[in-house]
């Protein structure tokens, strides 16, 4: 498992690399953000079909279909809105993707005629929508505004607090941290994974310095950002935890050896994706 967690690592943040040197480069569109966009845009629906086969296997009725649709309305409205320069028309239009979303779900399962679990299906689809659509809305915010260097480099900031819990864990762990929802987490565990992302975090502010201002992060923002990012970000992970621990599952998927699913990978960086915005926001010159 380590062994291939090793090997598949490296290739996603290969690909990351990659994904940002073609944004900088406007391979895909002029404007910065737009290879995310599209990359989001691919990857909203593997991470939605996980999450519905998931929720499925609680019991509750859940169509691949109906939260892969909603989650993309949730995501085209937010995109939409962030290009409306206008603040109350943007906030309206982004309001919109969860009525969209929502109103997907419900009109899909009563169509069906069968009134049990409807409602509670429609509103499972709806929270999928929300994890899975809406929330990489806020890491395209921040591309926009900051610049897809400095974003790229608070996901590994994210991931580095995923990496430094894992290791610290194995190495110092002893003090389970909530044994009911995810057994093999430690305090330990936990504390080196926010000691590491604050670490990581002040290695990504000091690389930016002398960049323009709106992609300057300060020390002091890269540091409390970490340990913030690191916090939210292990709170996304038992987020899926309790879903997976619900459906009997070990991962999301298989299709990344060694980490299992899109989601399995994702589940920090989402649920991360506001409080980075706002890291950015209050952390740089611009």
């Known amino acids: 498992m380590l062994r291939q967690r090793l090997i598949t690592g490296p290739i996603l943040i290969g690909l990351l690399i990659l994904l940002v040197w073609l944004d900088a480069r406007g391979v ?8 995310f966009a599209v990359a989001f845009a691919m990857l909203i629906p593997l991470a939605a ?10 019991g509750t009725r859940c169509p691949t279909s109906l939260a892969t649709v909603a989650a993309l309305a949730m995501y085209f409205a937010g995109f939409a809105a962030s290009k409306i320069a206008d603040p109350a ?19 899909g399962l009563a169509s069906t005629r069968r009134i049990r679990g409807a409602f509670v299906g429609a ?8 994890w899975t659509g809406l929330l990489p809305v806020f890491w395209l915010l921040a591309i926009e505004s900051h610049g897809a260097w400095l974003v790229a480099g608070l996901v590994l900031v994210v991931k580095a607090g995923d990496i430094g819990a894992y290791f610290t864990g194995m190495l110092a762990g002893r003090r389970k941290m909530i044994e009911w929802l995810s057994p093999k987490k430690t305090i330990e565990g936990g504390l080196g994974g926010i000691a590491f992302a604050a670490l990581v975090g002040a290695g990504v502010a000091r ?18 950002g970490g340990i913030l990012l690191a916090i ?4 996304g992970d038992l987020l899926e935890s309790l879903l997976k621990r619900a459906a009997g599952a070990k991962d999301s998927g298989s299709v990344l050896p060694g980490m299992g699913g899109v989601l399995d990978v994702l589940d920090s960086p989402l649920v991360a994706g506001p409080v980075a915005w706002i890291v950015l926001r209050l952390g740089t010159g611009g």
Do not use: K, Q
């Open 89 to 107: 028309l943007a906030i309206g239009v982004a309001m919109l993707g969860p009525v969209v979303g929502f109103g997907v779900a419900m009109v």
């Open 123 to 130: 509103a499972a689809i709806a929270g999928i929508a929300i």
């Open 49 to 58: 079909a996980e999450a519905a086969a998931l929720v499925r296997a609680c």
């Open 207 to 224: 690389l930016s310095e002398g960049a323009p201002p709106d992609a300057e992060l300060g020390l002091l923002a890269g540091v409390i």
């Open 232 to 235: 939210v970000g292990a709170g």
């Open 28 to 35: 895909a569109g002029t404007g910065s953000g737009t290879v």
